[in-house]
C-alpha cells in the first residue's frame, strides 16, 4: 500500500499572546509571555493567582448570540481558530470539495469545565429541584466541538475528539495525518482548545501542587529546566 503524502494547507490561532496567527506567530517570536493575573474569577484567595487567559476578546466579533448559547468557552475558542484554518486552507464556502472527505478530529483535555462548574454549582446551592440547562451535556462533551466544526461547513468524514491531558492537540493532529495518508479522508481539520481557567480548574491544579506560584512575577513563571521549579505552566 503506498502512503499518500500529508500537507497542512491552512493555520488559524486563537491563544494567550495572539488571537488570530499573525498576532501569535509575532509575539511567539518576540518571546511575549502569555501569563498575566487571571480575570475570568476573583482568584484572591488561591494560591495561584495568574494564568494565560486569552485577552481582548470579543467572541460576538465572530460567532452570533444563538450560536454561543449552545457553546462551551471551549468550543467557541474551537469555532474561532477553525475558522481562520478553513479560510486559510481555501475550504471556506467551497464547493468543489467532496465534503463526503472531508473530516474533523479535534482534541481536549477536559472539554466544557465552565458548563459543568456552573450547572452543578446552581443544584448545588438551590432548593433541589433539578431544573438543568438543556444545552448543559451538548455543551460540556469533549466531542461537541468536532461536531459544531463539522457542522458550521458541511465537512461528513470522520469526526471526533481525542483526550490524552496535555498531549491531546498533538494527538489529534497525529490521527488526521494517519488518517489522510492511509487514505481514509482527503482532508482534516485538526487541533484543540481549552478553557479550563476556572474556580475549579485553578483550584484542582492548585491541590496537585501543579501550578507555578510565583504571583508577582507571571510572566518569569515557567522555567521548566530551573532548580527552583515550582510547577508549570
Known sequence: MELKRVVITGIGALT?????????????????????????????????????????FDVT???DRRELQRMDPFTQYAMVASLEAVKDAGLY????????????????????????????????????????NPFFIPKMIVDIAAGQI??????????????SACASSTNAMIDAF??????????????????????????GFNAMKALSTLNESPETASRPFDSTRDGFV
Open 178 to 203: 494517519n488518517y489522510i495518508r492511509l487514505g481514509m479522508a482527503d482532508a482534516f481539520v485538526t487541533g484543540g482548545s481549552e478553557a479550563a481557567i476556572t474556580v475549579g480548574g485553578i483550584g
Open 16 to 56: 494567550p499572546i495572539g488571537n488570530n496567527l499573525q498576532a501569535y506567530w509575532k509575539n511567539l517570536v518576540m518571546g511575549v509571555s502569555g501569563a498575566a493575573p487571571i480575570t475570568h474569577f476573583d482568584a484572591t484567595e488561591f494560591k495561584t493567582q495568574f494564568a494565560c487567559e486569552v485577552k481582548n
Open 150 to 163: 463539522s457542522m458550521r461547513h458541511g465537512f461528513r468524514g470522520p469526526n471526533f475528539a481525542v483526550v
Open 61 to 63: 466579533e465572530h460567532l
Open 93 to 132: 464556502e467551497n464547493e468543489n470539495i467532496d465534503k463526503d472527505r472531508v473530516g474533523v478530529i479535534w482534541a481536549s483535555g477536559i472539554g466544557g469545565i465552565n458548563i459543568f462548574q456552573e450547572q452543578i454549582s446552581e443544584f448545588a446551592t438551590g432548593e433541589g429541584t433539578p431544573r438543568f
